[in-house]
């Protein structure tokens, strides 16, 4: 049996620490290009209209909630008395939490009591981040939490 000596446990140390550095390193490449981080271009800008924003949009007094079945994707928004909304117009992209790579930009149809568009998505969560505008041309904006199962 070899003896153990101190070159054989500085090895040791440089290959355990070396493999723990390069996962990290391979973590990290991955999340950075797989996902922008990105929810406004510019941060800065879009908190001087906050407040603002939110006060108008709260004062639509709309739910939205979405559900998907039969491949397709339902948004349903509603007015404080439960009603469905017909909106001037929306706009929204349908993708995944974690990356970009699945994104699709669903066309909605308003179907007398909700928003109804063509979608393939797989089991997961997703998120659809809409854009609506009332008919006095406040914008409502809403990040919706869709859970798919299979």
Known sequence: MKEFT????????????????????????NAVRTFPGLEVKNGYIASQTFDRRRTAQEALGWSVYASATDGQVMLEITDQQGNPVEVA???????????????QTPDFQFNG??????????????????????????????????????
């Open 113 to 150: 009591t909700a928003y109804v568009a063509p979608a393939q998505l797989g089991a997961g969560n997703w998120n659809i981040r809409m854009v609506a505008r009332a008919e006095n041309g406040t914008e409502f904006t809403q990040r919706v939490i869709l859970h798919v199962t299979r």
């Open 89 to 103: 117009k929306l706009t929204s992209t349908l993708g995944r939490a974690t990356h970009i790579r699945d994104d």
């Open 6 to 29: 101190g070159r054989h446990a500085a090895m040791v140390f440089v290959s355990f620490f070396g493999v723990i550095i390069t996962v990290n390193l391979v973590l990290a490449y």
